[in-house]
């Protein structure tokens, strides 16, 4: 009973705190144009919310908000409050209104706020230890053209903390680039230190824009209240760069091709293996890349990449990628291809030839790749069109010429053949019953090791290749009853172009030196395909999952 009235007692004693009043204030009023005021709004109690500050964007430049949360307890009485801090520069002279902040129901004053047109320095800081510059590297300029821009940071003293705001114009892409430097000048016989960023700016269209200056707003230790004393007092201080104005041009009406202005161009390719020799049916690796300066890797165009008859591109994605280098965007785009050869002899690639405007000479460039002359040998293991079609008229031939000469003789040599060929017929009939079913026996009894689907499915989509192929001879012994030589002996069984083209490239990935990345989902598509179509052809193979 006593532990009850103890708890009420303290419940009862306890302050009951809610939030009653919103107090807002601005430490200067008027303000001059490109000074930095205060903004500050105090709760009497600890909050989590947080007003809407948005409503400021309009006539201000805000920096923050920055939030504190304080407990004091004076005499026995405790006290909460919650505060935000904000740093307003005007964007423009005139009277302007804050309007009132809400949380919780209660609401602060509006404050009513002149900002006075000054002098040219006090628009450009109030502070003669800070100022900011910007500039173009060119303020004539194409669309799509990359230019630089650079803000930097000029200051004496300590600058405690400081907030740069971005520049930011419709029609205009602005991307910084790197990281901030930091160095020294000397400007006018003084030393100051420098802090620099730099963007890359690029007009999405034609005509004039105006590029506002950024805007410095930060502390720094106030030199009268003591600089080296580790409890010195800051002050507010803030800076705006220059206006700078931008003339975008239109894309010349000359111009062939895919719209693309750089400093400089070029295209380079490799080939692996590096040979000059290929051999018919099996894949090699050709890299393209292009180089651009001045450009942003989302600029750089497509390639027009074209085969000749009797090659097969089978094309990567391309990759783009960009760094800065000494103060220059450099980008690159990588075209990687599988160049599989069908025929024999000489093989001509076409030029390669992309037009570029050289923002320089402002004229028309081109950046090319000669064409590429390339030998491709007979592969002894593909089936040759012109061999395989002369093995039978080659005989009719030379018995149609010793006819001409004694018919008796054809007619002998016919009437043998055709024996021949009616007893191979009667052999065919009677043993193949008997075949079948021992091939049928050999794929039951094939080993302790039998082709999985599942298994098949999971080494293709892992990429890997030695499992893969491993899996594909398991299925090609159970399927036909004996263990292919090789992948290119599984292709000539299966007959299927896709699916030859997919083993040829898992040969390229088991068999050369300068192996590439090998995707094994194409190869499983074009597996499942051939293997419904076997499986509807009864006749022609025995089963494709035998139990």
Not at 217 to 241: C, H, I, P, W
Not at 242 to 260: Q, S
Request: proline share 5%; aromatic share 8%; with cysteine.
């Amino acid at each position: 009973m006593v532990k009850q009235w103890l708890c009420l007692f303290l419940l009862l004693s306890s302050p009951v705190w809610a939030l009653t009043e919103l107090k807002v204030s601005l430490d200067k009023n008027p303000l001059l144009l490109g000074e930095t005021a205060v903004l500050e709004l105090v709760a009497d109690d600890q909050v989590a919310q947080q007003p809407d500050f948005s409503v400021l964007d309009q006539h201000f430049i805000v920096q923050g908000p920055s939030m504190g949360q304080q407990m004091q307890i004076i005499n026995g009485q405790a006290s909460r409050t919650t505060s935000w801090r904000l740093l307003l520069k005007a964007k423009q002279s005139g009277t302007f209104t804050i309007p009132s902040f809400e949380i919780e129901g209660v609401s602060s004053s509006s404050i009513e706020v002149e900002v006075i047109k000054g002098s040219a320095q006090t628009e450009t800081t109030n502070d003669p230890q800070l100022f900011l510059q910007s500039s173009l590297d060119s303020t004539q300029l194409y669309v799509q053209q990359l230019a630089y821009l650079d803000v930097k940071i000029f200051f004496q003293g300590d600058l405690q903390r400081g907030s740069l705001s971005e520049p930011k114009v419709d029609g205009l892409s602005i991307e910084q680039l790197g990281k901030d430097k930091e160095g020294s000048e000397l400007v006018n016989g003084e030393r100051y230190r420098t802090f620099s960023r730099k963007y890359r700016i690029i007009p999405e269209r034609s005509g004039t824009f105006v590029l506002p200056g950024s805007t410095l707003s930060g502390e720094m230790l106030d030199r009268n209240s003591g600089r080296y004393d580790y409890f010195a007092q800051t002050k507010a201080v803030s800076a705006t760069a220059n206006d700078l104005t931008i003339e975008v041009a239109a894309k010349p009406d000359n111009f062939p091709g895919d719209w693309l202005i750089a400093d400089l161009v070029s295209l380079n390719e490799e080939w692996s293996p590096a040979t000059e020799q290929l051999t018919q049916g099996e894949p090699v690796t050709r890299t393209i890349t292009l180089t651009a300066l001045d450009v942003a890797e989302h600029q750089l165009p497509d390639l027009p990449l074209n085969a000749p008859d009797g090659v097969k591109l089978y094309k990567e994605q391309p990759q783009a990628k960009q760094a800065e280098r000494n103060g220059t965007l450099v980008s690159q785009k990588v075209f990687s291809m599988a160049v599989v050869a069908n025929r024999t002899g000489e093989l001509v690639l076409p030029e390669v030839k992309l037009p570029w405007w050289n923002k320089k000479t402002n004229s028309v460039h081109y950046a090319t790749l000669p064409e590429k002359r390339l030998t491709v040998e007979v592969n002894p293991e593909l089936p040759q069109q012109n061999s395989a079609a002369v093995v039978v008229p080659a005989a009719q031939g030379l018995t149609t010429a010793a006819a001409e000469h004694n018919p008796w003789q054809w007619n002998y040599t016919s009437s043998v053949l055709t024996a021949l060929w009616l007893c191979s017929v009667l052999a065919l009939v009677w043993f193949r019953p008997k075949r079948a079913v021992v091939k049928k026996a050999m794929v039951h009894n094939s080993g302790s090791a039998r082709a999985n689907p599942k298994k098949l499915q999971l080494a293709c989509h892992n990429n890997d290749a030695g499992a893969t192929r491993q899996w594909l001879m398991l299925w090609a012994q159970q399927q036909f009853g004996r263990t292919p030589a090789s992948l290119t002996e599984l292709a000539l069984w299966c007959k299927d172009q896709n699916f030859t083209e997919q083993l040829q490239l898992l040969n390229q990935q088991l068999y050369q030196k300068n192996q590439q990345s090998w995707q094994g989902k194409a190869l499983w598509i074009c597996w499942s395909k051939l293997s419904l179509e076997k499986t509807s052809d009864k006749s022609a193979l025995p089963e494709l999952y035998p139990e």
